[in-house]
C-alpha cells in the first residue's frame, strides 16, 4: 500500500500530512475503543460480585456448556470450511459456491436461528414431512429437538452461520489473481505428485491461507463462546449458557445483579483468551483436521465428493430455513401432521406494515453505521503506513475479539459520560463499532491487494492523488467496496444486545422484534420479522453486487 501512496504523493510534506490524518482516524476508534475497554474493567473489579458469581448454584453447568457448544461450533466450522475449500478451489463448484455466499451471510443469526428451529422443532416441517409414512405420529413427540439441554440445536446454527463466514474471508483472499494462479499452480503440481486433492490443499494451500485467517477464526471463536440472541433463540434454557446468564443479571433492575453480570462477563473473556491462548484451536485439533482433509489418505475423497455434497447440503439448509420462515410468516391453522397450512393470512405482514418505524429505524441504522464504518476503512487503507495498520488492528477487532456482553458494559457507560444513553446516537455508536471490523476485514484484501502498477503509471502521467481515486483505483474496487458495505449494513441489521442496552428498549429494530416474538412463541410474527431480518440485508448485497458489475463503455474520445 505505501508504494502507491509514495508514488502518486507531493513529497514528504504531503506524506506527513498523511500520517496526521492517520493519526485522527486512528484517535476516532481508539477513543471510544479505549474508553469502553477502561469502564469495562472498571465494572469488572468489584470483589462482591465476583463472590457472589462462584456461589450461583447455575454456573458450573453453563459455563460447561459454553465451552462445549462454542468449542465445538468452532472447531466443526473450520473443518467443514477446510474440507470445502480442499475439494471447490480452484474450479468451477468453487466460483458457484463464492456467488452463493452473499445471501448466505445477509442471513442474520437470529432470523437463521428462528427459521431452524420451525424446521427441527417437534411440530416442524421436517417432523411433518417424515410423519406420514415413517413415524405415525399424529401429534408432536415431546423431543427436545430445540432448546435442548445440552446444545446441539446451537452448534447446528452457529456452525451453519459460521462457515459461509469463513468461506467469504478465504474467498477475499483467494479471488486475488496474483494468489489464485499461484495456488493453482502449486495445487496442480501437488496432484501430479499423487496427492489427492485433499492432501494437497492441507499440504500447500493451507498453511499460506490459515495465517490469514487468524483474525476471523477468533472472532468465530468469540461469537460461537458468547452469543446471546442465538442462545435466547434455539440455546439451551435449564440453565442457559453463560452468555445470556451475563446478560440476564446486566438488564436487572438492581445495582448488585449488574454487577454479577459484569462478572460474568469478564469470565466469558477469559475463556475466550484461555482457549484461544492454550496453544490455539488450530494446533489442539490438528490431527483430527489432517485425518478429516486428508480423507483417510485419499481413499474417500477419491470415492465419495464430500465437499460438493457438503456445499450443496450447506445451501438446501438456507433455503430450507428460508422456505420455513415464509412459510410460518402466512401460515393460519397448521394442524399437525399437515404438510402444508389449511388457511393462510396476512396478518403478521400487516401488523410489520403498521411497524414501519421499526422498519425505517433499522434501515437509517444500517445505512448510517455502514457508511461511516466503511469511509474509515477506505480512509485508513489509503492513509495509514502499514506498520500502523498491522499494530493497530486489534482496537478495531475489539468487539469481535470481547464478548457482546462485555463490550457493551464499557460502550454502555461512555455513553453515559457523553449523555449518549438511550439516543439514537448511543445505538448508532454501537452499531458503527460493531460493523467496523467486519467492514475492515471484508474490504482488507482487495484493497492492500491493488496493483501498484497502477498508482505509478497514474503518476508517470501526473494525474492526481484524487483523480486517481476517483478514476482508477476506487472503480475497480467498487465489487470489494459495495460488498464491504453491504457486509456492514448486514451486521448492523443483526445487532440485538446493543440495541436493547444502548437504546434502553426505546428503539425498536427488525432484529429485536424477532427474538421478542420468538421469545414470546409468537410463531407468525416472529417469522414474518425475521424474514424481513434476512430481506433487507439480501437486498443490499444484491444491490452491491448490480452495481459492482464491470460496465463496458463504447471508445471515448
Known amino acids: 500500500m505505501a508504494a502507491p501512496l509514495r508514488a502518486i504523493g507531493a513529497g514528504a510534506g504531503g506524506w506527513g500530512a498523511r500520517r496526521w490524518a492517520a493519526v485522527l482516524l486512528a484517535a476516532l476508534v481508539a477513543l471510544p475503543a479505549a474508553w469502553s475497554a477502561i469502564d469495562a474493567v472498571r465494572a469488572g473489579l468489584e470483589a462482591q460480585a465476583w463472590s457472589q458469581l462462584w456461589r450461583e448454584p447455575q454456573l458450573p453447568r453453563a459455563w460447561a456448556l459454553t465451552l462445549a457448544t462454542g468449542v465445538a461450533a468452532t472447531v466443526l466450522s473450520v473443518l467443514l470450511t477446510m474440507r470445502i475449500l480442499a475439494m471447490g478451489f480452484p474450479g468451477p463448484a468453487w466460483l458457484r459456491l463464492v456467488r452463493l455466499l452473499p445471501p448466505m451471510l445477509a442471513t442474520p443469526h437470529a432470523a437463521f436461528a428462528i427459521g431452524f428451529s ?76 499423487g496427492y489427492a486433492r485433499a492432501q494437497a490443499w492441507r499440504r500447500v494451500a493451507w498453511p499460506q491461507l490459515r495465517p490469514r485467517l487468524a483474525g476471523p477464526l477468533l472472532a468465530v471463536l468469540a461469537y460461537s463462546l458468547t452469543t446471546v440472541d442465538m442462545a435466547l433463540v434455539i440455546g439451551p434454557t435449564s440453565p442457559p449458557t453463560l452468555a445470556v446468564l451475563a446478560w440476564q443479571w446486566l438488564q436487572d433492575g438492581d445495582a448488585a445483579a449488574n454487577a454479577v453480570g459484569a462478572a460474568a462477563a469478564w469470565l466469558l473473556a477469559f475463556t475466550v483468551a484461555g482457549v484461544a491462548a492454550g496453544g490455539g484451536l488450530w494446533l489442539r485439533f490438528a490431527p483430527a483436521m489432517r485425518l478429516w482433509a486428508d480423507g483417510h489418505r485419499g481413499r474417500a475423497a ?114 453515559l459520560a457523553w449523555q449518549w444513553d438511550a439516543s439514537g446516537r448511543g445505538v448508532w455508536l454501537a452499531h458503527t463499532l460493531a460493523a467496523l471490523p467486519y467492514v475492515l476485514m471484508a474490504l482488507s484484501p482487495a484493497y492492500l491487494g491493488f496493483d501498484a502498477r497502477y498508482a505509478q503509471t497514474a503518476a508517470s502521467l501526473r494525474a492526481s492523488r484524487l483523480r486517481f481515486l476517483l478514476r482508477v483505483k476506487w472503480p475497480l474496487l467498487k465489487a470489494a467496496l459495495g460488498g464491504a458495505f453491504a457486509v456492514g449494513f448486514a451486521v448492523s441489521v443483526a445487532q440485538y444486545v446493543p440495541t436493547l442496552f444502548l437504546g434502553a428498549g426505546r428503539f425498536a429494530t427488525v432484529t429485536t422484534e424477532a427474538v421478542t416474538m420468538a421469545a414470546g412463541a409468537q410463531r407468525s410474527l416472529s417469522a414474518a420479522y425475521a424474514w424481513l431480518q ?17 460496465r463496458f463503455r463504447g471508445a471515448t474520445r
Open 302 to 415: 477419491r470415492r465419495i465428493p464430500l465437499p460438493r455434497a457438503g456445499s450443496t447440503w450447506l445451501a438446501a439448509l438456507y433455503v430450507a430455513v428460508l422456505a420455513a420462515l415464509a412459510a410460518g410468516s402466512v401460515a393460519g391453522v397448521w394442524p399437525f401432521p399437515a404438510l402444508w397450512p389449511q388457511t393462510f393470512t396476512l396478518g403478521a405482514w400487516a401488523a410489520v406494515a403498521d411497524s414501519a418505524s421499526t422498519v425505517g429505524a433499522t434501515l437509517l441504522l444500517g445505512v448510517l453505521a455502514a457508511a461511516v464504518a466503511l469511509a474509515w476503512a477506505v480512509a485508513w487503507l489509503e492513509l495509514a503506513p502499514p506498520q500502523w495498520d498491522a499494530q493497530l488492528r486489534w482496537l478495531v477487532y475489539l468487539p469481535l475479539m470481547l464478548p457482546s456482553v462485555l463490550w457493551i458494559i464499557g460502550v454502555h457507560r461512555m455513553a
Open 118 to 193: 420451525f424446521l427441527v422443532a417437534p411440530s416442524g416441517w421436517l417432523l411433518r414431512a417424515l410423519s406420514p409414512w415413517a413415524t405415525g405420529f399424529d401429534a408432536p413427540p415431546g423431543w427436545p429437538t430445540t432448546q435442548d439441554p445440552w446444545g446441539l440445536g446451537l452448534v447446528a446454527v452457529l456452525v451453519a452461520k459460521e462457515v459461509p463466514f469463513l468461506l467469504w474471508t478465504a474467498a477475499g483472499h483467494l479471488q486475488k489473481e496474483d494468489t489464485r494462479v499461484r495456488l493453482a499452480r502449486e495445487l496442480a503440481v501437488a496432484h501430479s505428485l
Open 534 to 550: 434476512w430481506l433487507l440485508p439480501a437486498g443490499c448485497f444484491a444491490l452491491a453486487a448490480w452495481l459492482g458489475r464491470p
